[in-house]
């Protein structure tokens, strides 16, 4: 889908949104609440994108990663998180099957049908 320049509109639009929250909370103390706090607020902004008349997101997640965040890592104050999402596809190539279907001749005038029990 990165071929797609819509996506890599997204992916920057989405990516210093969430980079700028963030920067607020560089400095302060990597406890749970704050953990809970920063997925939430930035879960809510990316799920708002998935909703309205021209959505940009198909869905939206945002956690903490737990494997990859170590007590070392912590440490050293690296903490790591994880974002994914779905962007809207485009309406690239639409293919329409087409066929004549007679039964609509008979819907339009009225015709009956075999099973009609007016037809003897």
């Given at each position: ?50 909703v309205g008349k021209d959505p ?65």
């Amino acid at each position: 889908m990165r071929n797609f320049i819509h996506v890599q509109f997204i992916e920057d639009v989405m990516d210093e949104a969430i980079l700028h929250f963030l920067d607020e909370w560089k400095d302060r103390n990597a406890n749970p609440a704050s953990l809970e706090k920063v997925e939430d607020r930035i879960n809510a902004y990316g799920l708002s994108k998935t909703v309205g008349k021209d959505p940009a997101l198909y869905d939206f997640r945002f956690s903490f990663d737990r494997k990859k965040t170590t007590p070392a890592s912590i440490a050293d104050g690296w903490l790591y998180w994880r974002q994914d999402y779905a962007p809207v596809g485009l309406m690239e190539r639409l293919t329409v099957e087409r066929s004549i279907n007679i039964d609509l001749i008979r819907n339009a005038l009225g015709l009956a049908t075999t099973t009609d029990p007016q037809v003897a």
